[in-house]
């Protein structure tokens, strides 16, 4: 492993001048010259060599080296900045006021450093699982065969939606539409936890046995990605080193990124696997109980719909016929600055500070931080709270349960096909 560390900074200079008309004494003159860090001040490499890589490719060995790199690939704008100030005498006694400063610091300039962000590992993450389980093909049925006694009472309550239809709305006529509310959320209901799940079960698990019985051992490449960009603005004002009259107003504005990709190579021995039957291509193993017992819970798909529990548990007691090969996480931080430099005068008491001249300085800083990892083994999913973006997936559909529930029965115990039916909540 070669680590380096570079140091890097840029050439400061500041120049003032400053002094009182009528006080020969009081002149007052600053030039100061130096280096300031750019950033935190050092650049960090990290590199890996292994000589002997191809011949562990051609033995389907993981050939996966960590790598880590940053930089500043555009540099500021260092020109100078300044003005030109003036004070008049507050009491008329000739004491005026003159400052004169130029300089080419970046102030406020924020600690570029990288950063990551777990959740965005993690959506990353689960990318890259919902592909693997594509390829395999397989599907957890437990859950809709433990379900299986409600279909009575979903297809009744289906047929009694649609013959009692015109009774229904000669009810909401004469009710003056007080029945609307509560027949619009049983036939929700019914459709988006009886009827929708039940043809996308049916389905899944025609496919699902399709796949098995077409099974063939393959090896895949696979990849998740996800990123989260945001903004920040901020403005800092300085008084730089006590130079009279002046201040300098820093404004910053900052577009950053944070990216992470997972990369796994597979073998999926689908078929040749003498561990790997129907009782695991079907979740039927025992450790597959608990999230079976987590999705019969009530209420449970409420959890789920802000929190990653289900696919937590379902991750952690359920296993998959693949050897992973190798895992690369890699992870990317930018940073896109611009900023505006500009002095201003003071804020003195009663006392007017008049501007002969001012210019400003503005430019645009990018950064960038590059990490690669080799992993052991591809990782479980974290257990946290779902993102605003996550949660807003399928927004409509997840606002017009949670209010058909509500509407329907309050705090009544809920499990996808016994409420799905239109008089479960009668009387209730």
């Known amino acids: 492993m070669a680590i380096s560390n570079t140091p890097i ?29 750019l950033g935190s001040g050092m650049i960090t490499r990290v590199t890996n060599r292994d000589p002997s890589w191809k011949v562990k490719i051609a033995n389907r060995l993981d050939a996966s080296q960590s790598y880590q790199t940053e930089g500043f690939s555009k540099f500021p704008n260092l020109r100078y900045y300044g003005a030109l100030f003036f004070r008049p005498s507050p009491s008329n006694d000739g004491s005026n006021t003159l400052t004169y400063y130029k300089s080419n610091q970046l102030h406020g300039m924020p600690s570029y450093a990288f950063s990551s962000d777990s959740a965005v590992d993690d959506l990353a993450l689960s990318r890259l699982k919902r592909k693997l389980n594509s390829q395999v093909g397989d599907m957890p049925i ?22 009692g239809l015109i009774e229904t709305l000669s009810t909401i006529r004469k009710t003056k539409g007080k029945s609307a509310f509560r027949y619009a959320s049983d036939a929700w209901l019914t459709y988006s936890f009886g009827i929708k799940p039940l043809i996308a079960d049916t389905k899944n698990i025609a496919q699902s046995i399709s796949d098995y019985l077409l099974r063939t051992d393959k090896t895949s490449r696979l990849t998740g990605t996800a990123s989260r960009t945001w903004i920040d603005n901020y403005v800092q004002k300085n008084n730089d080193t006590n130079i009279p009259l002046v201040n300098v107003s820093a404004a910053w504005s900052s577009l950053t990124e944070y990216s992470c990709r997972y990369t796994a190579g597979f073998d999926l021995k689908i078929k040749s696997a003498n561990d790997y039957g129907i009782m695991q291509h079907f979740h039927l193993e025992l450790p597959a109980l608990v999230p079976v017992f987590w999705e019969l819970m009530a209420y449970s798909w409420v959890v789920d719909y802000f929190t990653t529990t289900g696919a ?20 990317r931080y930018t940073v896109k600055s611009h900023y505006i430099l500009s002095p201003e005068p003071t804020i003195q008491t009663n006392q007017k500070i008049f501007p002969i001249y001012q210019t400003v300085n503005s430019g645009d800083l990018e950064y960038y931080a590059f990490r690669r990892t080799p992993l052991a083994k591809l990782p479980n999913r974290a257990l946290r709270f779902k993102t605003l973006d996550e949660v807003g997936l399928n927004s409509v559909n997840r606002l017009l349960n949670l209010s058909a529930v509500f509407i329907g029965g309050r705090a009544r115990e809920y499990r996808p096909f016994a409420t799905s039916t239109p008089g479960y909540y009668q009387g209730r």
């Open 9 to 37: 900074d840029y050439l400061v200079h500041r120049y003032a001048d400053s002094w009182v008309s009528n006080v020969p004494t009081s002149h007052s003159y600053t030039d100061v010259s130096g280096k300031a860090p």
């Open 312 to 331: 937590f548990l379902d991750d952690l007691f359920t296993s998959d016929p693949s050897k992973c090969l190798y895992v690369v996480k890699s992870q």
């Open 142 to 163: 437990m859950a809709p065969i433990a379900e299986l006694r409600e279909l009575r009472q979903t297809v009744k309550g289906s047929a009694a939606l649609a013959t």
